[in-house]
């Protein structure tokens, strides 16, 4: 066993994700059964092999600074669930009391 | 009438259209005919743009775009941006989203003068390989309804094996594109990473990520890829260099004279895992390469059997990290928001609304493997095994000019069959994910058929020689022909 229920659980409240109890059972099982599989990258001896992020060794990639168009707030807006005067509206992230 | 101009390839059907033996319109519409006649039963389209397929087929038929490709129609992937044309990437959290840009392929292939004419279902945020995942519903293989058609891009290979475009766009992290080309009978490039622009393409893994052709014949699919290549200065991995002459490359194949090329036989693909079949239409692909001249070397890359474990790592990590966006403030779906709950409440309930179970199980993958404590066991010694598999392609790719091997281990599996062991599925990309993880070129090009169903040939290139891979797929197509479904 390399993954427990609990974990899982605290992993899917890490990744804002409200799953229920049902799929904790499955998820769990199937996370274990991947997780086993994949863990098989240890047994490569790599201790002083460097790692590879990207496959393209570019660095620092910087455009002239010259202004382009862009979207205009309406346009960058107009996906939004719910927008306010120009703004994309959330719901509260503070308690009240604060 | 209409039936042969469905049948036929994008370079056919773009020179009748320049010489004006038919127009850019009958072509749209012979072709949106199709899809109103079989897509109900295949479901390869989540879209179809008719009136704006119309209008650019019209524009062509004026004479307001030219191009390479003018007047032939495109299918796109769900997962690339399409300016005011809705894009779901397979999921229910971005349903009704309809972007306020195009992707620069987009971009590149209204220049060409492609119609777009609609966008092709996938497996939810490109993860799976069978369209089980999307949200809407599966695609259907055209050579069995049963079976699935690969995946992630299985609407894409099923709309063009099904005559319903000549063309599509496909984007390719483990084998999304190959895979479907593979089990559907088409052919599936992915293109060197950083050869195609990811601007506009909805990120799964981005180190991974890489768009490309989809079509029936190689030289089409090198035609699509000369048009969508290049530079672009809005994705920063883009590569700064000339696109490789992908055309000339597959003209060149097509004559049939492989002499002096050296194909790399990698010997820790060519046993196990592989179905009978699949490997009997392999061997004989390869016995037809060497008549036309190849010389076939056993080469090893010993840590290839590591790839999918260290992919399962790498993309998974990278996907928990993009799919942070989808919070239900920007775009897409928001759920719970009574005005009582809180924003990270808000969040929770979205995400669990709006992604299905492959997107959630990876997600939470991909945080448990970058987390404190297995970091340097999981993604960090994943990054590792990465290097070594880069090296294993460069070694090798200092013997041989390419190295080959089927392009998937099975052919097309029934519905239902993988999904119940998610890992089970993964093995389906087993033989496509080193390419990915190297960075390199591969194209799947149909080989034969086993127990009726079509096996693909998978050809691998070093980075930025994309070129080496036509030639040797369009020289297999020249001795192996096209594959026709059965039908519908």
Known sequence: MTISREEVAHLARLSRLAVTEQELDRFAGQLDVILQAVARVGEVAADDIPPTSHAVPLTNVYRDDVPTPCLTQ????????????????????????? | MTDDLTRMSAAELAGKIKSREVSAVEVTTAHLDRIAAVDERVHAFLHVDRDGALQAAERVD??????????????????????????????????????????????????????????????????????????????KNPWDLERIPGGSGGGSAAAVAAYEAPLAIGTDTGGSIRQPGAVTGTVGAKPTYGGTSRYGLIAFSSSLDTPGPVTRTVEDAALLHSVIAGHDVRDSTSIPQ???????????????????????????????????????????????????????????????????????????????????????????????????????????????????????????????????????????????????????????????????????????????????????????????????????????????????????????????????????????????????????
């Open chain 2, 242 to 488: 000339p696109v490789p002459d992908v055309v000339g490359a597959a003209r060149l194949g097509a004559s049939g004279d492989l002499t002096g090329v050296k194909l790399g036989l990698v010997k820790e693909f060519a046993g196990d895992g592989s179905e009978p079949g699949v490997l009997a239409a392999f061997r004989d692909s390869l016995d037809k390469l060497v008549k036309l001249g190849a010389e076939v070397v056993e080469v090893s890359c010993p840590h290839f059997e590591y790839a999918l474990p260290a992919y399962y790592l790498i993309a998974p990590s990278e996907a928990s990290s993009n799919l942070a966006r989808f919070d239900g403030v920007r775009y897409g779906l928001r759920v719970g928001d009574d005005g009582n709950r809180s924003l990270e409440e808000v969040m929770s309930l979205t995400r669990e609304a709006g992604f299905g179970p492959e997107v959630k199980r990876r997600i939470i993958l991909g945080t448990y493997a970058l987390s404190s404590g297995y970091y340097d066991a999981y993604y960090g010694q994943a990054q590792k095994v990465r290097t070594l598999i880069t090296r294993d392609f460069q070694s090798a790719f200092e013997r041989v000019d390419v190295l080959v091997s089927p392009t998937t281990p099975f052919v097309a599996f029934p519905f239902g069959s993988r999904t119940s062991d998610p890992y089970q599925m993964y093995l389906a990309d087993l033989f496509t994910i080193p390419t990915n993880l190297y960075g390199g070129p591969g194209i799947s090009v149909p080989c034969g058929l086993a127990d009726g169903l079509p096996v693909g040939f998978q050809v691998m290139a070093p980075t930025m020689a994309d070129d080496r891979m036509y030639r040797v797929a369009a020289a297999l197509e020249s001795v192996v022909g096209t594959l026709t479904p059965p039908a519908l």
């Open chain 1, 74 to 98: 309406e346009e960058a807006l107009s996906g939004a669930p719910d927008a306010f005067e120009g703004r994309f509206r959330v719901p509260r992230i503070l308690d009240e009391e604060d």
């Open chain 2, 62 to 139: 004026r004479g307001e775009v030219t191009g390479p490709l003018a007047g032939v129609p495109v299918a796109i992937k769900d997962v690339i941006t399409t300016k005011g044309v809705p894009t779901t990437a397979g999921s229910k959290i971005l349903e009704g989203w309809k972007p306020p840009y195009d992707a620069t392929i987009v971009e590149r292939l209204r220049d060409a003068g492609t119609v777009m004419i609609g966008k092709t279902n996938m497996d939810e945020f490109a993860m799976g390989s069978s369209t089980e995942y999307s949200a809407y519903g599966a695609t």
